[in-house]
């Protein structure tokens, strides 16, 4: 297997079940991947550059640690995808007083759910317009990407230590 930016985590994962110790090592934030809920879900949409975004680790360092894991030569990285943006500040777009649906994805997650499942639910029955902020530890970048692949405003926005994630039905 290819370790690309694109590389979903899951699929690695599953191709080399010894890389979870790895991945922890190298950074904490990979430890949530030990929950059954986020490796069942987020792994499989997650990609290496997504991984590397969340955890702070550089990409290239990212995967030089998980090539070098495998004894493939670590230098030999492929280019890196881009990031996704954060901003300090909510877009024009967002009202988060109108917001029709507002969810913690960390609370989600320790009771083993997924928040993509109420948040599709939600605007696919939705009026245009409808709105979803979302709150979490970390930059959902998966959650965004599949967001914006079925053609919904997303941005992402420091909280402070948190994250919020606005996700709009056009």
């Known amino acids: 297997m290819e370790i690309t930016p694109q590389t979903r985590i899951g699929d690695l994962l599953d191709a080399h079940p010894g890389l979870e110790d790895t991945l922890v090592a190298a950074a ?5 991947l030990r929950n059954p809920v986020l490796r069942a879900t987020v792994a499989r949409f997650a990609t290496l550059a997504h991984a ?12 030089g640690i998980l090539r070098g894991a495998l004894g493939l030569d670590a230098e030999a ?5 881009g990031p996704v943006d954060v901003a300090e500040a909510w877009p024009d777009w967002v009202r988060e007083d109108t917001a029709g649906l507002c969810l913690d ?12 499942a109420p948040i599709q639910a939600f605007l696919t029955t939705s009026a245009p317009g409808a709105t979803v902020i979302l709150v979490s530890d970390f930059v959902p970048a998966p959650l965004l990407d599949r967001a914006q692949a079925r053609g919904w405003l997303a941005a992402c926005a420091r909280k402070g230590d ?9």
């Open 105 to 116: 994805a960390t609370e989600l997650l320790a009771q083993g759910e997924h928040p993509w």
């Open 77 to 81: 990285c492929p280019a890196a995808g």
């Open 162 to 170: 948190r994250y919020g994630t606005a996700l709009r039905r056009p």
């Open 28 to 32: 904490p934030a990979f430890a949530k």
């Open 52 to 63: 590397a975004q969340v955890s702070g680790v550089p990409l290239p360092e990212l995967m």
